[in-house]
């Protein structure tokens, strides 16, 4: 009996060590350990906020479509209320689950996300986004016309 107990521990311990790697945050080509945002890459990466692209990459000098931000705001703050999967087009129950929560208000993405979806989001959407969510989870924030001073202010 003994002698099974320890051939299961450490068959479960092998089993265990095997599949750490699997669960681990994969490594990008080009950012390396000494990038200035790595740990804040692994972080989201071990979150399930992004994942990089297909080829290994990370792409941190990219910009940043409204479409994947409105996936990396859904997965961050939405986790489970949306549909992951074969969703077409995929960005779609990102978008809806954004839109339901009126993230998407007050943007030119909200106005026009399907004409804008794969063009770089502006810093303005972008923060309005934010603002948005941070609305919806009900924490105090500045005025709308705080926002309104900032799209003047900021260009892009």
Request: glycine share 8%; net charge neutral; hydrophobic share 40%.
């Given at each position: 009996?003994?002698?099974?107990?320890?051939t299961?521990?450490?068959?479960?311990?092998?089993?265990?060590?095997?599949?750490?790697?699997?669960?681990?945050?994969?490594?990008?080509?080009?950012?390396?350990?000494?990038?200035?945002?790595?740990?804040e890459v692994?972080?989201?990466?071990?979150?399930g906020?992004?994942?990089?692209?297909?080829?290994?990459?990370?792409?941190?000098?990219?910009?940043v479509?409204?479409?994947?931000?409105?996936?990396?705001l859904?997965?961050?703050?939405?986790?489970?209320?949306?549909?992951?999967?074969?969703?077409?087009?995929?960005?779609k129950?990102?978008?809806?689950?954004?839109?339901?929560?009126?993230?998407l208000?007050?943007?030119?993405?909200g106005?026009?996300?399907?004409a804008?979806?794969?063009?770089?989001?502006?810093?303005?959407?972008?923060?309005r986004?934010?603002?948005?969510?941070?609305?919806d989870?009900?924490?105090?924030?500045?005025?709308?016309?705080?926002?309104?001073?900032?799209?003047?202010?900021?260009?892009?």
């Amino acid at each position: 009996m003994k002698k099974r107990i320890l051939t299961l521990a450490l068959a479960l311990a092998l089993s265990l060590g095997l599949a750490a790697p699997a669960f681990a945050a994969p490594t990008f080509s080009d950012v390396p350990s000494t990038f200035w945002a790595y740990n804040e890459v692994k972080e989201a990466v071990s979150k399930g906020i992004t994942s990089g692209y297909s080829d290994g990459t990370f792409k941190p000098g990219s910009s940043v479509t409204n479409a994947h931000f409105a996936a990396f705001l859904a997965r961050a703050f939405y986790s489970g209320e949306y549909t992951d999967g074969s969703a077409s087009p995929w960005y779609k129950p990102y978008t809806d689950t954004l839109s339901s929560h009126g993230v998407l208000d007050g943007t030119t993405a909200g106005s026009s996300f399907e004409a804008s979806v794969n063009q770089p989001i502006n810093r303005y959407d972008m923060a309005r986004m934010m603002y948005n969510v941070l609305m919806d989870k009900g924490v105090k924030l500045p005025s709308d016309s705080a926002l309104t001073t900032a799209k003047n202010t900021i260009k892009d």
